[in-house]
């Protein structure tokens, strides 16, 4: 099911937008199957948080700089979370409840915290 994910996301890229200076914020919530977003932000102290409910949830957020945030809560089943964050002091927090979990998150830099929570 994570396949199917896939094409959600990169659709959500396309029309989810990017960001490109400091104190962004990204509010997505999405529910029913397939759903599929991606935020990306470059600057400092932006947010992306995403809540998805239901089944073949696909979420890609992308952080470059300083004091960054992501929230990801997925809730369901077959859900996919890809966080990846470059610079100093990014926190990232994804949880996931249901079954079928897959989560990958990247960190690069000074400083930076993660917390992932999955739970059947």
Known sequence: ?????????????????AAMADGNWSF????????????????DYNAAITDQRGFGNGSLSLQEGLGNMSVTGQRGWDNL???????????????????????ETI?????????TVQSN
């Open 1 to 17: 099911m994570k396949l199917f994910a896939i094409p959600f996301i990169i659709a959500g890229i396309c029309v989810g937008g």
């Open 107 to 115: 960190q690069t830099g000074v400083g930076n915290s993660s917390l």
């Open 81 to 103: 979370s890809i966080t990846d964050q470059l610079g100093i002091g990014n926190a990232s927090e994804t949880m996931q409840f249901g079954s079928g979990h897959e989560s």
């Open 28 to 43: 997505v919530n999405q529910e029913g199957f397939g759903n599929g977003q991606g935020t990306f932000q470059h600057g």
